[in-house]
């Protein structure tokens, strides 16, 4: 399962992409524009951008998306069909791409081959601890966990790129979309909850490692 993230200013095919999407179990997030893609961006496992877009066309979110760092999958969609056009997404950083009029199932299949080839995974395991996605189900030593939705998303967040070092600032842009008032001490509170019911002790973590100035990563390589 993966978060989807739709950009496309036809509800026709906002509607019909997420029908298609949800049999496979991801959740899907949507947007009309450009402008109100680009916040959404770090919060998807892959992006479906439509080429015209009111205010920031597809390209340029999808260029400003790499400017930033972000290394989702990119599929874009556009009535454009010449080699000029293919050639410029895949220029700067569009992973596939497909001309309308489409096969919602075509898509369907590409965006397949994009999540296996970045490896997004069903299974989470490190020593103990073991996460299933698809039944959003995390047990320790044989035992479940039992994990709000918010400590759960952070918690695969983190298993999911062990090493990788996540800043308060971009856990808050991935996880709550910047929604929540205050600063940062949000994500601190979570983690803390997360370390008492993991027993992760904070001073020799088993997992959560925080990372002084910084933010926090996952410690322990994926087995």
Do not use: C
């Not at 080429?51 to 260029?63: K, T």
């Not at 056009?85 to 309308?100: E, N, S, T």
């Amino acid at each position: 399962m993966a978060r989807i993230l739709i950009v496309d200013d036809d509800p026709a095919i906002q509607e019909i992409l997420a029908a298609y999407l949800a049999t496979e179990g991801h959740t899907v997030l949507s947007a009309v524009s450009g402008d109100a893609a680009l916040p959404l961006m770090g919060s998807a496992d892959l992006a479906i951008l439509d080429w015209m877009l009111p205010g920031f066309s597809g390209l340029e979110v999808a260029a400003e998306a790499r400017a930033r760092g972000l290394e989702l999958p990119i599929l874009m969609l556009s009535a454009r069909s010449e080699e000029e056009d293919k050639l410029r997404g895949l220029a700067i950083g569009i992973d596939d791409y497909v001309v309308k009029p489409f096969s919602p199932r075509e898509v369907l299949a590409r965006v397949r081959v994009l999540l296996r080839r970045v490896g997004v995974r069903h299974e989470t395991r490190s020593g103990e601890l073991s996460l299933d996605a698809r039944s959003r189900r995390v047990t320790l030593s044989g035992e479940v966990i039992e994990l709000s939705r918010l400590e759960y998303d952070l918690l695969i967040t983190l298993a999911q790129h062990p090493g990788l070092v996540w800043s308060r600032e971009r856990l808050l842009e991935r996880l709550w979309d910047n929604s929540l008032p205050g600063s940062s001490r949000v994500v601190d509170v979570h983690i803390t909850s997360l370390r008492k019911k993991l027993s992760d002790d904070p001073e020799h973590p088993r997992y959560i490692e925080t990372v002084r100035g910084v933010g926090y990563r996952f410690k322990d390589e994926l087995v």
